[in-house]
């Protein structure tokens, strides 16, 4: 079956731009995540959405950071005024309730802020 | 707060000659723990989750084994095809946020024909 998506694959802005990312999870997986993956460094858990649940946001490294899911499923990840420390590979996955589920993830938006 | 150390950093191996790579972790009730392969451009790649000290799982020529301290994932045979780095994490009920997993940096394993 199909797996999770993100789109777009690859993305290049200005600092200070605002930029958003999109993720599809597997269908009927309830959870979704956000990391970022820095190079050299493990990848960073970031936010995460349980059903109609409030979303945990305990990982978002700034005000900058927004992320919200329609209709339980497609989710868009918002960066605002991005910085050049904000450049990265993100990634999206989804898995299945309980907690202990495993994820699943998507091959990942490359930013690229100059 | 949850932390997961993998070791070696990147490992050489010749076509054939096992091996293992080491996760070691501390987490505040483990909820699970998994190992994931990363390709160069791609997402991770679930491969195993063990839940238990002295669980066991295996697939193919990779072998994961758990103790209450740290994970091995031990690699028999290994072909070319078998490089990449490999990814060992943590879900703990305080770590990466309550409800994410916690990453190790990874293991970059290359085998040589």
């Known amino acids: 079956g199909a797996g999770v998506s993100q789109s777009p694959s690859n993305k290049v802005t200005e600092k200070g731009k605002d930029v958003e990312l999109r993720c599809d999870p597997i269908?009927?997986?309830?959870?979704l995540y956000w990391y970022r993956q820095s190079l050299g460094q493990g990848l960073e858990f970031l936010i995460y959405?349980?059903?109609?649940?409030?979303?945990?946001k305990s990982g978002l490294p700034s005000d900058r950071f927004s992320a919200e899911r329609t209709g339980g499923s497609v989710s868009t990840l918002t960066i605002q005024r991005t910085q050049q420390e904000d450049s990265a590979v993100y990634l999206c996955?989804?898995?299945?309730?309980?907690?202990?589920?495993?994820?699943?993830f998507g091959p990942g938006t490359r930013l690229l802020v100059l | 707060e949850d932390q997961v150390t993998q070791s070696p950093e990147a490992l050489r191996l010749q076509e054939g000659e096992s091996s293992s790579l080491n996760c070691s972790y501390t987490?505040?009730?483990?909820?699970?723990l998994f190992w994931y392969r990363q390709d160069p451009g791609k997402g991770p790649e679930f491969l195993f989750t063990?839940?238990?000290a002295g669980e066991e799982k295996e697939k193919e020529r990779l072998k994961a084994t758990l103790t209450k301290k740290e994970s091995f994932l031990h690699i028999t045979a290994p072909k070319p095809e078998d490089s990449a780095t490999y990814l060992c994490?943590?879900?703990?009920?305080?770590?990466?946020?309550?409800?994410?997993?916690?990453f190790g940096k990874g293991t970059h394993l290359i085998i040589q024909p």
């Open positions: 996955a989804s898995s299945l309730p309980p907690r202990e589920g495993t994820q699943y």
């Open positions: 269908s009927g997986h309830t959870a």
């Open positions: 959405f349980q059903g109609n649940s409030a979303p945990d």
């Open positions: 987490v505040s009730g483990l909820r699970g």
């Open positions: 063990l839940y238990s």
């Open positions: 994490a943590v879900g703990g009920h305080s770590g990466g946020g309550a409800d994410g997993l916690t």
